[in-house]
């Protein structure tokens, strides 16, 4: 996640998606809060899914994290 200066309007904007993301995992299945852990602890570029039903896709981007399915991935990243 890039630095952001405490006195712009970026920085309140950051600090809603989080209290957002935060209260969208509350109601999360258990695996789904799993793999946002992981993620956050590990900070990839990218995670890759197919499963729809865990509600990742949704969040579209979890810190740093963006979040696609395998054909995004392959269309936006690898330019297939």
């Known amino acids: 996640m890039k630095k952001v200066d405490r006195d712009t309007?970026?920085?309140a904007q950051e600090w809603a998606n989080c209290a957002q993301l935060t209260e969208a995992?509350?109601?999360a299945p258990d695996d789904t809060k799993l793999k946002a852990a992981l993620m956050e602890s590990a900070q990839p570029?990218?995670?890759v899914t197919g499963d729809k039903r865990s509600g990742l896709l949704q969040f579209g981007k979890l810190g740093r994290t963006r979040i696609l399915s395998a054909g995004a991935f392959c269309a936006e990243?690898?330019?297939l």
């Open 9 to 11: 309007p970026e920085y």
């Open 25 to 27: 995992l509350k109601l």
């Open 45 to 47: 570029d990218y995670a």
């Open 77 to 79: 990243v690898l330019r």
